[in-house]
């Protein structure tokens, strides 16, 4: 019996899956419009036409200034 509960958690712990690992996604695109922006924190919410997606992106953060027709890297 004690065999067989020594094998029962040698096979859960190869059978728990590894912890999640982190990405670093990016985007960049033209802003197309600019929803808000904060001018005294720079908060701004925008529109990107970015490459690899087919509508508009909205994309949230703090940046110091922020046009339409600019390249933003996020």
């Known amino acids: 019996m004690a065999c067989l509960q020594r094998y029962a958690v040698a096979c ?6 590894p912890p999640p690992k982190s990405f670093a996604e990016s985007l960049s695109g033209l802003i197309e419009r600019v929803t808000f922006f904060n ?6 919410g925008l529109k990107v036409k970015a490459k690899s997606h087919r509508e508009l992106v909205t994309v949230v953060g703090s940046l110091p200034a922020a046009n339409p027709g600019e390249w933003v890297t996020a």
């Open 12 to 17: 859960c712990r190869k059978l728990q899956a």
């Open 39 to 44: 001018e005294e924190n720079g908060f701004a």
